[in-house]
């Protein structure tokens, strides 16, 4: 791309701008908690009672005090003083809603994956996912109570990650946390996608 081609972009994505994020990882890993945590508009949820059909499927064994799950998906938006405009997608956990993946995923500048440091393999497949589309996305390790405290490096390694993949570590409970980890998000896929513009 000629210079001034890059600059036209680069000017219109410093512009105030709609994007959208998503958020992954496995089940009970605070998907919905998070967009709940920071969306100033009501979360959309598709929350239902865990019920007997999903027995056996969830894996409820291991995500205690956790009686509902996220059917669909969530969905929650945040505005920054920027200007900028996010919209937060929470993808379905449960590997049987993994056909909707490809439609959240469409357009979106980047992702988050959720992960619980007691139960790290549960986010391989996002990785894996996010990693194969070439979407840009940081690794956010959730703070559960009783969880073993890795350093990020740790985590890094545990899940084989590129060095340039951002790991932090969060409380999604929290709102300054949850923002922390969306400007982190925002800003590593702009870079992503800015690298990937200079070099077409
Ligand atoms: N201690 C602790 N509990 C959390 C945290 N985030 C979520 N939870 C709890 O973990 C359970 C699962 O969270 P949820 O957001 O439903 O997970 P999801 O399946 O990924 O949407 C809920 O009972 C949450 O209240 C956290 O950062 N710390
Ligand atoms: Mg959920």
Known sequence: MDSARYEAVAGAIAAPVVTKILIAGGFGVGKTTLVGAISEVRPLRTEEV??????GVDDTAV????HTTTVAMDFGRITFPSGVVLYLFGTPGQERFWF????????????????DTRRLADCFSSV???ERRRTPFVVAAN????????????????????SDVPVLLCDARRRDSVKEILI?????????HRAAAAHR
């Open 128 to 130: 894996d996912y996010f």
């Open 100 to 115: 909707m993946w490809d439609e959240l995923a469409y357009g979106a500048l980047g992702a988050v994956v959720l992960a």
């Open 143 to 162: 703070k559960f109570d009783g969880a073993p405290e890795y350093d990020t490096e740790t985590i890094r390694d545990a899940l084989d990650l590129d």
């Open 50 to 55: 865990l019920s007997e059909v999903g027995v």
């Open 184 to 192: 982190a998000s925002v800003t590593h896929s702009l870079t992503k």
């Open 63 to 66: 995500v205690e005090h956790k």
